[in-house]
């Protein structure tokens, strides 16, 4: 049930995209990883992408975040036509959570996020605040505050780069495989805050996924990427109580 607190998506979100992809190809050296791949995130949505290794999700989350090129198509921020860079990117407000994580593993967790904040140029009360928000969503990170980050189970980390994605308050969030390594109860304790936090502040996140049963519980929308083609478009209802049946498809 939605609060009051919680930002319902209304037609006019609906109506233009957050980030998209039109007629999108991308690839490496002379093969075309995806061709004609259309993709859009919504306003105010989770939307969850999966398919099997290589069907090329990191791909395109590289391509929208500007750290990979694309041969053909556009991008489109806010229904605007932009050519992705990831400095620019951050700038719009997205922020981009790669496979694998990326914590510095020899810095605390406190210097990790001090890094994030001093790269965002975001110092004093403001960087502050920042940090007091992150903590207020994800207040486990105090846990190990203190700890080096290399020290910390893999689902400690996962969290801390969430955290340090948070730290700038993005609009879009781009999270590529955030279950790698964690136990699918870790991983849904890991994914409820951030719904919440999306439904509270009207965030868009594209959720790239293999792991279903957790990811579709906290997605609006779910696409399926087979061998780079999007070969499924739903919701997450169409496969109540039947991840069988989806993971079947890739
Ligand atoms: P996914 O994230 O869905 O597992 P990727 O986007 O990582 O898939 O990979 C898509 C395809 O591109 C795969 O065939 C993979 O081998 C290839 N690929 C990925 N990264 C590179 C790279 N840096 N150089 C060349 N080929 C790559
Ligand atoms: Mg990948």
């Not at 007629?23 to 990883?33: C, E, K």
């Not at 949505?45 to 090129?69: D, R, W």
């Not at 198509?73 to 806010?78: H, K, R, T, Y």
């Not at 846990?143 to 980050?149: V, Y």
Request: hydrophobic share 40%; proline share 4%; glycine share 10%.
């Amino acid at each position: 049930m939605e609060t009051k607190n919680n930002r319902a998506a209304t037609a006019a979100d609906q109506a233009v995209s957050a980030l998209e992809a039109k007629n999108l190809s991308a690839g490496y050296d002379d093969h075309n990883v995806f061709e004609n791949m259309n993709l859009d995130l919504r306003k105010n949505e989770i939307l969850c992408l999966i398919g099997h290794n290589g069907a090329g999700k990191s791909t395109l989350l590289k391509v929208l975040f500007g750290l990979q090129p694309y041969s053909a198509g556009e991008v489109l921020l806010n229904g605007q036509h932009i050519v992705p860079s990831p400095s620019d990117m951050a700038g719009h407000g997205i922020s981009y959570v790669p496979e694998g994580r990326g914590v510095f593993p020899g810095l605390t967790v406190k210097e990790n996020f001090a890094l994030a904040l001093w790269s965002a140029k975001m110092t004093g009360s403001v960087a502050d605040e920042r940090v007091d928000e992150v903590l207020g969503v994800l207040p486990k990170l105090k846990d190990f505050w203190t700890r080096k980050a290399g020290q910390l189970s893999g689902g400690q980390q996962q969290m801390v780069s969430i955290g340090r994605a948070m730290l700038c308050k993005p609009s879009i969030l781009l999270l590529d495989e955030p279950s790698i390594g964690l136990a699918p109860k870790l991983f849904q304790d890991l994914l409820e805050p951030i719904r919440a936090v999306q439904k509270q502040r009207g965030m868009s996140i594209l959720l790239v996924e293999q792991q279903v049963g957790e990811a579709l519980n906290v997605s609006d929308r779910v696409v399926v990427m087979k061998s780079g083609e999007i070969i499924y478009r739903g919701v997450p209802a169409d496969f109540e109580g039947d991840h069988a049946k989806l993971m079947e498809m890739f």
